[in-house]
């Protein structure tokens, strides 16, 4: 069983900035991409930026130069920092990683944080 735990969120002005994190703890073999992902009210939810266990990053068009995704593969720690904050930018913002697994086999699984709230105001 893997458990991933999120912090970081809150309530912030436009214009301000946020550090994400997300530490994955449990039965890890290792961890391929991780990721954050977001949802706003009454929308689905949709990738804000992910990363390889090599470090290639993958932004979407909407937070490109404003957030940086990074990870510490030491300590299966992602993290988002998310700059010039938008109200648009408001929303739950979940942590996704996938993570190797087994013994005898090794498989791969997808794994969900709880959410963490981001609320930027204009």
């Known amino acids: 069983q893997v458990q991933l735990v999120e912090s970081g969120g809150g309530l912030v002005q436009a214009g301000g900035s946020l550090r994400l994190s997300c530490a994955a703890s449990?039965?890890?073999?290792?961890?391929?991409?991780m990721g954050w992902y977001r949802q706003a009210p009454g929308k689905q939810r949709e990738l804000v930026a992910n990363?390889?266990?090599?470090?290639?990053?993958n932004y979407a068009d909407s937070v490109k130069g404003r957030c940086t995704i990074s990870r510490d593969n030491a300590e299966n720690t992602v993290y988002l920092k998310m700059n010039s904050l938008k109200p648009e930018d408001t929303g739950v913002y979940y942590c996704n990683s996938k993570v190797v697994a087994g013994v005898r086999r090794r498989y791969e699984s997808d794994y969900w944080g709880q959410g963490t709230e981001v609320t930027v105001s204009s």
């Open positions: 990363i390889t266990s090599g470090g290639t990053t």
């Open positions: 449990g039965s890890i073999f290792s961890i391929n991409a």
